[in-house]
């Protein structure tokens, strides 16, 4: 994994806007509609090219395929795993219960909005594994070409992979004789794609929202505790699943959920820290953009190893504001001087744009300034950091 050695690099956290084209095939085969499924890969493809031209455009330096081949950040693994079927209601998001008023706005906005849902998943009803390794090399093949197709100009790529823990509390057990031996059914599955994704070169990220968003949505009516023993059996988990990966391969991404609401439930930084410090690997993606965690970047006094980088989001993905320059180098200084070395900090997104195919809150023309806007505020605080 790359260090910031001269300059502060710019990354993000996954997923890109997709073309409302690409969204409404999504959204029709996720309702059970027929479509053309060579139409959509076609439609795949296109919008991935695009958006890795695009990353190089706007200055970021360690891009990924923008998730344009996937419905969402985890409930693409349907279609690559066994066991999964019917469907279920995810528990509703405890911050969001409090506030009746906002609550109904919500609801509003969903019933008028084109998109793969995250919160009607569906149950795992068998045997998980994983079925066909050619479907992530495929998608392994059409990101290596499309950055050969842009020429160079990238520190290294990545891809992403969802938790073991997002899947186990999302995708309702009905099959396993305890979370423990579902935990370890997809922890197994799972190996095979992050095997797959670090030996064809690219950086592994792994996205796990469980490891703080659980806590008030499947948590928020049981003790502390109890969260917690979740997020310690996740991370180890995580870490048997990546006994033949190089830790300095694999880059952990952690947040309390990608929707713009209270958030007054959220678990503390904190809280959750010394056991996130267990996982086996080179750095953590965290939030420290929005609102609600935007001053836990102190929490990381100390706590790195190393050899261990911080991507820090800068940018929020919930916000058609763009930030100012100014204000991302003031981010980036001040998670540099809690860590003690720039070298060690990126710059990144506090999560997706679109995390599940037209939930995007961002417009696609905001999007890409707010990423030019990090971009630009990196070089500053790169000018007074090195």
Known sequence: MQRSNNRILTTHTGSLPRPAELVRLYVDRANGKAIDEAALARAGADAMRRVVAKQREVGIDIPNNGEQQREAFFLYVRRRM??????????PRGDVARYPLFQKAQQAWFANTVAVSNMAPPKAIGEVRYLDRALVEAECDDFRAALDAADGGFAEPFLTAPSPGIIAAAVLNEHYKDEDAYLAALGDALKIEYDTIVKRGFLLQLDCPDLALERH?????????????FVERVVATINRALVDVPHERVRLHVCWGNYEGPHDRDVPLA?????LKQAKVGGFVLPFANPRHAH???DLAGVLDPDQIIVAGVIDTLTNFVEHPEVVAERLE???????????????????????AGMGRVTEDVVWAKLAAMAEGAKIASDRLF
């Open 334 to 356: 001040n998670v540099a001087r809690v860590v003690g070395d720039p070298g060690r900090v990126q710059a990144g997104t506090d999560c997706g744009f679109d995390t599940s």
């Open 217 to 229: 949505l499947s948590y928020q009516n049981r003790p502390l505790k109890d969260f917690l023993d």
């Open 82 to 91: 066994s066991g999964f079927g019917g469907q279920w209601q995810r528990w």
């Open 296 to 298: 836990e970047y102190r």
């Open 271 to 275: 809280d959750i820290l010394p056991i």
